[in-house]
């Protein structure tokens, strides 16, 4: 069973640092990585959809890899700003539509 | 553009009560979800319906049921509320099952208190 893990649980760091969000994951045949936000009380959204055949994607101040053969993705955010506060799921599909494993997320803030 | 939307917002019940969440989509998806949220835990999906007509257990289906009532809208019963069903029902919807490349869409959200 695809088991997604995600480090740090939580971050806080200052305005303007870069950091990266760590997931991985124990079967490498995903047919996909999804990177998702969620703020509190709230739904989540998708940030970046990483096909399988994929290296990376970017979207903005956000850069997400995939390295499948180890198990691995990362998020990268530049320029961290406050509004980038909230929870980050990484999510893997591993085919059908019960295919969805979902990482416990890591809890980022981001200080004024 | 409403994308996927829940009813209700909020929700206490008592235990043993009976309730229907409601979801539904305007993407005009082919496949629909839904999960649970508990505090600790990555979400775990209920039940699922993979196109219009047909509907699927998930990992965590026991006590709950679905309706997939036309291509738009997927609902989410509880026949018989339990404490341990308290959680946040998310139910979200994409293009097509999962292990393709398309996204999922999520809705905002139930909360539910089963006292």
């Known amino acids: 069973k695809q088991e997604v893990t995600q480090i740090p649980a939580a971050l806080s760091v200052p305005e303007g640092e870069n950091l990266v969000l760590n997931c991985s994951f124990t079967?490498?045949?995903?047919?996909?990585l999804q990177w998702f936000r969620q703020d509190p009380g709230k739904g989540l959204t998708s940030l970046l959809l990483?096909?399988?055949?994929?290296r990376e994607q970017t979207s903005g101040r956000l850069n997400a890899s995939l390295d499948k053969s180890s198990g691995r993705s990362t998020l990268y955010i530049a320029a961290s700003q406050p509004g980038d506060s909230a929870t980050y799921l990484c999510?893997?599909?591993?085919?059908?539509?019960?295919?969805?494993?979902f990482g416990k997320g890591t809890h980022l803030i981001i200080q004024p | 553009n409403a994308g996927v939307t829940q009813t209700p917002k909020f929700q206490v019940l008592k235990t043993g009560q009976s309730m229907t969440l409601q979801c539904a989509q305007d993407m005009n998806h082919n496949s629909m979800y839904w999960y649970r949220q508990d505090p600790g835990m990555g979400l775990r999906l209920i039940y699922y319906s993979a196109s219009e007509g047909t509907t699927d257990k998930g990992e965590v289906p026991n006590g709950y049921n679905v309706s997939r009532l036309n291509k738009r809208e997927f609902s989410l019963r509880l026949e018989s509320a339990a404490p341990s069903q308290t959680s946040v029902y998310f139910c979200?919807?994409?293009?097509?099952?999962?292990?393709?490349?398309?996204?999922?869409?999520f809705g905002p959200g139930t909360r539910l208190t089963v006292t």
């Open positions: 999510v893997t599909g591993g085919g059908g539509a019960d295919g969805l494993t």
């Open positions: 990483i096909q399988s055949s994929q």
């Open positions: 079967d490498s045949a995903i047919y996909n």
């Open positions: 979200a919807s994409s293009e097509a099952p999962s292990g393709s490349s398309y996204e999922q869409y």
